[in-house]
T-cell receptor, first 116, second 114 residues
């Protein structure tokens, strides 16, 4: 069985602070993808990143960075110098690397509020 | 750009009514999905389809059915709406052959059943 856990239900920080969103997963698959999605108040989920289980190299994209650690089954997301526009619900998700109709398993989501 | 549209952003229905939620994608994707989103539970898969007229149950199919008569359109049907089906419903699509597995989502329909 696959499971994704985002233990932080809500986080609230002041603008310009750094914030880390935690994601822990469980899977028996040896190869899999991990994702982060952002859901702004408009409701539409926006794809942020995909990481496959072969590649544990951390990734940085502007103010966003991701730390994938297979040894601890974690895929954490850090926003540096947060801005009000970062306020959203963030979801971590998992799926095995197989062709076809790919079922994503989502975590519960973390609601991030950035206060001015 | 991939575009996934849903017929309504907000919908209010009464208990026992038959409800249709429509989803259309314009990128010729084979796979389409229906999720519901509830606070503290994340997104849960209701049904998905990998081809016209094909459908597969997800994790919570009870009380729902689906229809896929055309490749671009995937409908979610609540045969007899109940108050516990009040939720946000999200549609998504993806390519069959895309090994990266990214799904593209619509804006969601917030359904309230009174």
């Amino acid at each position: 069985a696959q499971k994704v856990t985002q233990a932080q239900t809500e986080i609230s920080v002041v603008e310009k602070e750094d914030v880390t969103l935690d994601c822990v997963y469980e899977t028996r698959d040896t190869t899999y993808y991990l994702f982060w999605y952002k859901q702004p108040p408009s409701g539409e989920l926006v794809f942020l990143i995909r990481r496959n289980s072969f590649d544990e190299q951390n990734e940085i994209s502007g103010r966003y960075s991701w730390n994938f650690q297979k040894s601890t089954s974690s895929f954490n997301f850090t926003i540096t110098a947060s801005q009000v526009v970062d306020s959203a619900v963030y979801f971590c998700a998992l799926r095995p690397i197989i062709q076809g109709a790919q079922k994503l398993v989502f975590g519960q989501g973390t609601r991030l509020t950035i206060n001015p | 750009d991939v575009k996934v549209t849903q017929s309504s952003r907000y919908l209010v229905k009464r208990t026992g009514e038959k409800v249709f939620l429509e989803c259309v994608q314009d990128m010729d994707h084979e796979n389409m999905f229906w999720y519901r989103q509830d606070p503290g539970l994340g997104l849960r898969l209701i049904y998905f389809s990998y081809d016209v007229k094909m459908k597969e149950k997800g994790d919570i199919p009870e009380g729902y059915s689906v229809s896929r008569e055309k490749k671009e359109r995937f409908s979610l049907i609540l045969e007899s709406a109940s108050t516990n089906q009040t939720s946000m419903y999200l549609c998504a699509s993806s390519l069959w052959l895309q090994d990266q597995g990214e799904q593209f989502f619509g804006p969601g329909t917030r359904l309230t059943v009174l």
